[in-house]
């Protein structure tokens, strides 16, 4: 292991990962608006937390966001019409944003998976372990996250996929997705190792 190598290793990415979220007012203003609708086991993922970090990394501005990706765990109202009405209650608070809101209760289905039990689990299904990573403000203005794969992949760059994610479907989102031409350092990995 270089010494390169050995710092990666030592870094302590979650107090390093934390102050980068807790220091940008936007993501901060973001979490706040969602927090406000109160769901339950919320959290946001994917992008707004990949892109930022591959952002850092690579020294660049903030790259512009597909949409904020919102997941919540409520079996108690799992209809996709309840996600629309929660879409839509966020774009009244924050026009100018594209917002996605995915119960996970329900999302099995879609993806052919035993039932999840709550957030955590769902995302440890998502496509690269990079991506499987989730935010939120707590009640006391603290940054929470989830992480089912750690984030040591996130930080070194490395895109590779999570191991219950389909192969072939990895690899043609790898191939759609172009993520290199965004983010020149990324390791990207065609298989689980």
């Known amino acids: 292991m270089s010494s390169t190598d050995t710092n990666l290793y030592n870094r302590n990415l979650e ?10 007012a936007w993501m901060i203003e973001v979490l706040r608006v969602v927090r406000s609708l109160n769901l339950n086991d919320w959290w946001i993922g994917a992008g707004f937390v990949r892109n930022k970090i591959w952002d850092v990394n690579h020294g ?22 309840y996600d629309l009405k929660l879409e839509n209650r966020l774009k009244k608070l924050h026009p100018n944003l594209k917002w996605s809101v995915k119960n996970q209760f329900r999302m099995h289905l879609r993806n052919g998976h035993h039932p999840y039990t709550d957030c955590h689990h769902a995302i440890s299904f ?3 372990t990079a991506t499987a990573i989730a935010v939120k403000l707590n009640s006391n203005d603290q940054i929470a ?13 490395i895109v590779k996929p999570t ?24 390791d990207i990995r065609t298989d689980w190792s």
């Open 145 to 157: 996250y989830i992480a089912p794969y750690g984030l040591h992949d996130l930080f070194n760059l």
């Open 126 to 128: 998502w496509p690269e």
């Open 163 to 186: 191991p219950n994610f389909n192969l072939e479907v990895y690899n043609a989102r790898i191939e759609k997705k172009q993520w290199k031409k965004t983010w020149g350092k990324l």
């Open 60 to 81: 660049k501005e903030r790259t512009e966001l597909n949409d904020i990706d919102i997941i919540h765990f409520d079996p108690s109202n799992s209809t996709e019409a």
């Open 15 to 24: 107090n390093e990962f934390i102050a980068i979220v807790d220091n940008d």
